[in-house]
């Protein structure tokens, strides 16, 4: 449309809407229908006459008003759309993304985002051009168009002037569903990305540090296990000499702090090999009931020194020859019994096993260890199976300990399939549970009477309590 038919428009658009009507319009409605008064009462007889002249008068009033009220609601309506818009774009260019459409062959027909001034375009720059002819030298990006043309939605990474950006096509359908264009919208992750390859590149370093740690750790270990082995047999000798008490009393220290220090460096080598995947389990037939016994069998004397009840239970329906590995398994409760007998000032400890699932040629098997210790804190109970962590970590705590033996523990029931965890409740006691699964070995006692006996064992404390 030509400037000044433009403008003309808009004049008698604003004058149709202007109040000023209102003053010429109804003054006139109002002379049209006292004319038509005026004639009714000058003769009844032209009753048809007046009848014309209201209506010439009223209801090109009402006709004009009406239109007025619809050009109102058209301008309204117009203009909430024009702010909406404005809206869209002012959001769209302040997005750090890449917005674009594409028709059927692949001309931008929209191109729009704040990050158009990373690939240096402007907004609506390329409108009008092919893609296949801008970006001939990105195939990914070509064929992403071409699978989202054949009616694809999908999700890809696409680099483009160095960068990269994480991009979603979408087919554009017309309404009988045929794809009529693409609509797209790219992000540039670059700097995301760039940070998380630093952080994977750490990360790797920081393994391969934590790897040869360990490995140096495994290394000496066993370099000083090996002599302090010959220091604990020497002293052994030279006790067995017939030495005055005096010195006996001062090698028996000697040799408890040997022996100290031997059980430290066992839990580090069995902490490093496990952390640096050098443990392995070794499978074998064995006895549990007989196996368990003799792990609780160890700590007799120091159940009696404390005066507490320390019994064995095994449930009736628990298989006994089984297969897999008794040494872990043993280790696994001579930790837990020992830290129990440790944190219990008096009264009992319990060991429970339960049989959890049973298939047709291996079992999984509920160990529970239960005392009426001092308990943990429920908000320290998620980090005392971290190494050298313990429920009171403080310099003045009473009950020593390197904090290695629940760590290892945690670390060794994963290794065997299943889990370590623990209830407790501060004052009341705690019960540890572990669940390990184990193959059924082919041959299995007939003689229950043998079975019953070694399911219950029982060391009672001679004399009171304290």
């Given at each position: 449309?030509?400037?000044?038919?433009?403008?003309?428009?808009?004049?008698?658009?604003?004058?149709?809407?202007?109040?000023?009507?209102?003053?010429i319009t109804i003054p006139?409605?109002?002379?049209?229908v006292l004319l038509g008064?005026?004639?009714?009462?000058?003769?009844?007889?032209?009753?048809?006459?007046?009848?014309?002249?209201?209506?010439?008068?009223?209801?090109?009033?009402?006709?004009?008003?009406?239109?007025?009220?619809?050009?109102?609601?058209?301008?309204?309506?117009?203009?909430?759309?024009?702010?909406?818009?404005?809206?869209?774009?002012?959001?769209?260019?302040?997005?750090?993304?890449?917005?674009?459409?594409?028709?059927?062959?692949?001309?931008?027909?929209?191109?729009?985002?704040?990050?158009?001034?990373?690939?240096?375009?402007?907004?609506?720059?390329?409108?009008?051009?092919?893609?296949?002819?801008?970006?001939?030298?990105?195939?990914?990006?070509?064929?992403?168009?071409?699978?989202?043309?054949?009616?694809?939605?999908?999700?890809?990474?696409?680099?483009?002037?160095?960068?990269?950006?994480?991009?979603?096509?979408?087919?554009?359908?017309?309404?009988?569903?045929?794809?009529?264009?693409?609509?797209?919208?790219?992000?540039?992750?670059?700097?995301?990305?760039?940070?998380?390859?630093?952080?994977?590149?750490?990360?790797?370093?920081?393994?391969?540090?934590?790897?040869?740690?360990?490995?140096?750790?495994?290394?000496?270990?066993?370099?000083?296990?090996t002599p302090m082995n010959?220091?604990?047999?020497?002293?052994?000798?030279?006790?067995?000499?017939?030495?005055?008490?005096?010195?006996?009393?001062?090698?028996?220290?000697?040799?408890?702090?040997?022996?100290?220090?031997?059980?430290?460096?066992?839990?580090?080598?069995?902490?490093?090999?496990?952390?640096?995947?050098?443990?392995?389990?070794?499978?074998?037939?064995?006895?549990?009931?007989?196996?368990?016994?003799?792990?609780?069998?160890?700590?007799?004397?120091?159940?009696?020194?404390?005066?507490?009840?320390?019994?064995?239970?095994?449930?009736?329906?628990?298989?006994?020859?089984?297969?897999?590995?008794?040494?872990?398994?043993?280790?696994?409760?001579?930790?837990?019994?020992?830290?129990?007998?440790?944190?219990?000032?008096?009264?009992?400890?319990?060991?429970?096993?339960?049989?959890?699932?049973?298939?047709?040629?291996?079992?999984?098997?509920?160990?529970?260890?239960?005392?009426?210790?001092?308990?943990?804190?429920?908000?320290?109970?998620?980090?005392?199976?971290?190494?050298?962590?313990?429920?009171?970590?403080?310099?003045?705590?009473?009950?020593?300990?390197?904090?290695?033996?629940?760590?290892?523990?945690?670390?060794?029931?994963?290794?065997?399939?299943?889990?370590?965890?623990?209830?407790?409740?501060?004052?009341?006691?705690?019960?540890?549970?572990?669940?390990?699964?184990?193959?059924?070995?082919?041959?299995?006692?007939?003689?229950?009477?043998?079975?019953?006996?070694?399911?219950?064992?029982?060391?009672?404390?001679?004399?009171?309590?304290?």
């Amino acid at each position: 449309m030509p400037k000044r038919e433009r403008f003309s428009s808009r004049r008698w658009e604003w004058n149709v809407l202007s109040p000023v009507w209102l003053f010429i319009t109804i003054p006139l409605a109002f002379m049209s229908v006292l004319l038509g008064l005026l004639l009714l009462n000058h003769d009844q007889r032209e009753s048809l006459q007046v009848a014309i002249s209201c209506m010439l008068g009223v209801v090109p009033v009402i006709l004009f008003h009406m239109y007025r009220r619809d050009l109102q609601e058209r301008g309204r309506t117009e203009q909430a759309l024009r702010e909406s818009q404005e809206r869209l774009r002012t959001i769209i260019s302040n997005v750090p993304i890449v917005l674009f459409a594409l028709d059927q062959g692949g001309v931008f027909t929209l191109l729009e985002g704040k990050g158009l001034n990373a690939l240096g375009l402007k907004p609506g720059e390329i409108v009008g051009q092919s893609v296949y002819e801008l970006y001939r030298d990105t195939p990914q990006l070509l064929d992403n168009v071409r699978h989202a043309l054949a009616g694809e939605t999908l999700s890809a990474s696409v680099e483009l002037a160095g960068l990269t950006y994480d991009s979603w096509y979408n087919p554009l359908r017309d309404q009988r569903g045929a794809v009529v264009g693409v609509i797209a919208v790219a992000a540039d992750v670059t700097e995301r990305k760039q940070a998380q390859e630093a952080l994977t590149r750490a990360k790797e370093q920081a393994e391969m540090a934590n790897r040869a740690k360990s490995e140096f750790l495994a290394n000496m270990s066993h370099e000083l296990r090996t002599p302090m082995n010959g220091v604990l047999g020497m002293i052994g000798v030279v006790l067995d000499a017939g030495l005055p008490r005096e010195q006996k009393e001062d090698l028996g220290l000697a040799k408890h702090s040997a022996e100290s220090l031997l059980l430290l460096l066992n839990d580090i080598l069995d902490l490093s090999k496990i952390e640096a995947g050098r443990l392995e389990l070794a499978p074998a037939v064995f006895s549990l009931r007989q196996h368990l016994e003799d792990a609780v069998r160890m700590f007799e004397l120091a159940a009696t020194q404390k005066a507490l009840d320390l019994s064995l239970q095994v449930e009736p329906d628990v298989p006994d020859l089984l297969v897999g590995d008794p040494v872990r398994l043993r280790q696994i409760v001579v930790n837990l019994i020992g830290n129990a007998i440790k944190f219990t000032p008096g009264g009992r400890i319990v060991v429970r096993v339960e049989l959890e699932k049973r298939m047709r040629s291996d079992v999984t098997l509920h160990f529970l260890v239960s005392d009426t210790g001092i308990g943990i804190p429920e908000d320290k109970q998620a980090w005392i199976f971290e190494p050298f962590r313990q429920a009171d970590g403080s310099t003045t705590r009473r009950y020593g300990g390197t904090g290695l033996g629940l760590a290892i523990c945690a670390r060794l029931v994963k290794l065997m399939g299943g889990s370590l965890w623990v209830e407790s409740c501060v004052g009341q006691g705690s019960t540890f549970h572990f669940t390990s699964p184990f193959a059924l070995s082919a041959i299995q006692p007939a003689d229950g009477a043998d079975l019953e006996a070694l399911s219950q064992f029982v060391s009672t404390p001679a004399g009171p309590r304290p």
